[in-house]
């Protein structure tokens, strides 16, 4: 996709081109990335983003309702949950990188002589 763009002048990155599933799975795969989002085990982090590509996919192509019982609902909460955490994470963590980003370009670098 990012290859067909460019070749038509499309200004676009990488980022631009993946999916919700490829970057649940770099957020999963990448220790650096997991470590400042604030999953330090690539278990746990598995276990907190399992089922957000499913409930994507089922808000966005459904196909029959999303609520069809009490498990349905419960399930529906659960993923809504996991969700809402990832996002405080990740806002947390993008927090944190402009902060640090301050305190750099805040930083006195004249050398002592």
Known sequence: MLREKRKHDVDISLADCLNLGDMLELLERDKELRSTVGYHARGSCQKE???????????????????????????????????????????????????????????????SA
């Open 49 to 111: 983003l399992s089922g957000l590509e499913l409930l994507r996919n089922n808000v966005m192509h459904p196909s029959s309702s999303l609520v069809n019982n009490y498990d349905c609902i419960m399930t529906l909460r659960e993923r809504k949950e996991k969700l809402q955490r990832t996002i405080d994470c990740i806002e947390s963590a993008i927090e944190h990188l402009k902060q640090a980003d301050r305190e750099y370009l805040s930083k006195d670098w004249r050398l």
